[in-house]
């Protein structure tokens, strides 16, 4: 058994509402959601903090950015808007180490963060 969360749900050890999928990316509903869309986007491959990214994971992450724009698009969001947000940390909020974008839609998002 894997020690990551999500390599384990990447496997199907542990389930997941699953969106999107493909050969390096995969997408599911975050199981606690802060909005009435709240999608995690993954990177197959283990990256476990942005401080961890090298120069040859530049384009997985950006792969990431082109599902958001996909699932935005498919799930309706794209036009009104919506946030992206990846945490780094403990002190960034990141409580799963494996790296993840996070797509909020469906609500209005205010401006600092907090
Ligand atoms: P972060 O705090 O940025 O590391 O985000 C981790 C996210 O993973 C949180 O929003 C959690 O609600 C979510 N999460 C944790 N376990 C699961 C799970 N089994 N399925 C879906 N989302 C999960």
């Known amino acids: 058994m894997s020690e990551d969360l999500f390599l384990k749900i990447i496997s199907r050890e542990i389930p997941a509402d699953i969106i999107y999928e493909n050969n390096d990316v995969l997408a599911f509903r975050d199981i606690n959601p802060q909005a009435p869309l709240h999608v995690l986007i993954i990177p197959k491959l283990r990256v476990r903090t ?42 960034g909020g990141q409580t799963v180490f494996h790296v993840h974008l996070h797509l909020l839609g469906g609500r209005q998002f205010g401006w600092p963060p907090g």
């Not at 990431?64 to 794209?78: M, P, T």
């Open 50 to 91: 942005i401080n961890d990214m090298q120069t040859q994971h530049a384009e997985l992450f950006g792969k990431l950015f082109l599902a958001a724009r996909e699932i935005a698009l498919e799930q309706g969001v794209a036009e009104d808007g919506y946030r992206v947000v990846m945490n780094c940390n403990e002190g």
